[in-house]
């Protein structure tokens, strides 16, 4: 419904403003997965798996 439509709107500029952190990813695939975007979710996934691999490879503190 439309507060769907909103929290992805709301989530899309949170990833624009912070596009480091796996945890804004996950947030996005969730409501993608509710408005029935199954592909585009699971690019979201994608991001947080690439995300958090990137943090232990450089050995770096999380970040979420």
């Known amino acids: 419904g439309r507060q769907t439509l909103r929290g992805h ?3 899309r500029r949170a990833i ?3 596009p480091n ?3 804004e990813y996950l947030y996005l ?5 509710k408005m029935g975007r199954t592909a585009e979710a699971k690019e979201a996934i994608a991001n947080v798996t690439r995300l ?12 979420d």
Request: proline share 4%; net charge positive.
């Open 9 to 11: 709107r709301w989530q």
């Open 16 to 18: 624009a403003r912070q």
């Open 21 to 23: 952190l796996p945890r």
């Open 29 to 33: 695939s969730r409501i993608l997965e």
């Open 52 to 63: 958090q691999l990137a943090v232990h490879s450089y050995g770096a503190v999380a970040v």
